[in-house]
């Protein structure tokens, strides 16, 4: 049965990049990805042929994908961080269904919320929650009550897309729903440029990440939790051992 293989690179396709999706690229006849994650592989694999799409090309992307399988060929998508974490896994299950059985093979990744955790420290050692802040395909009143719930929950919380050029403020709302829950000293970092050249992490409170202006598309943005801590400059969320008395 022809093949298709839906790759996660990690938040930057270089060290992060696991060895099953390097096999999974090596192995393909074609790979196929948006343009700047393509970008980030392509000195890798100089030799693979290569297709690649601009933003809201998705479906697109996926049904030349899927065409391309179906022809006989092995097709590898690749995906910044985990292809089944906002990435392309679920859209090319769907796109599919349109077309001949295939074999789909999912390949995971690092995904931002774990690369960009690592940097910052430990955030995510207890329960949290991934929402994304942009509202393409998703209405902004939904993420306001998901962004509500999981702060009334004391969640760690992890946002994807927090801000771009058509929503410049959707951070700073963001903040502003999570303070009705949460303290303004409640500890919060970001990481930019994940995994590649540029890599920044920074610490700071709530109240302060509701008016920075640093924050952008190549950011992930933490929010901890009411126990969360700055310990040694890192930020740091107890899962409970010390503070169940255990040696």
């Known amino acids: 049965m022809m093949k298709l293989t839906v790759v996660g690179l990690g938040p930057g396709a270089g060290e992060d990049l696991t060895g099953r999706a390097r096999r999974a690229i090596e192995e393909a006849d074609l790979v196929v990805g948006y343009t700047a994650y393509i970008a980030l592989i392509r000195d ?3 030799d693979k ?17 899927v065409e391309a399988a179906v022809e006989g060929k092995n097709v590898a998508v690749v995906c910044s961080g985990d292809s089944g974490v906002y990435g392309m896994a679920g859209l090319i299950y769907e796109v599919a269904q349109d077309y001949p059985p295939i074999d789909i093979e999912v390949v995971p ?5 774990c690369g960009g955790a690592a940097v910052l420290g430990a955030p995510l050692t207890h329960d949290f929650a991934v929402i994304s802040l942009s509202d393409l395909l998703t209405p902004w009143e939904k993420i306001q009550k998901r962004l509500e719930a999981a702060a009334a929950a004391d969640f760690v919380i992890c946002l ?3 801000r771009s050029r058509s929503r410049s403020d959707y951070l700073r709302r963001a903040c502003d729903i999570l303070l009705t829950q949460k303290a303004p000293d409640t500890v919060c970092g970001f990481v930019q440029n994940i995994g590649r050249e540029g890599e920044r992490a920074v610490t700071l409170t709530l109240a302060e990440l509701r008016e920075n202006t640093e924050v952008d598309m190549f950011t992930t943005v933490f929010i901890g939790n009411s126990e969360t801590a700055l310990m040694s400059g890192k930020m740091i969320t107890p899962r409970g051992y010390l503070q169940r008395g255990e040696a």
């Open 44 to 46: 890798q694999f100089p």
């Open 49 to 65: 042929e290569m297709t690649s799409t601009g933003m809201k090309k998705e479906v697109d992307r996926c049904r030349l994908a």
């Open 109 to 113: 990744g690092i995904t931002a919320a």
């Open 160 to 162: 994807y897309n927090p």
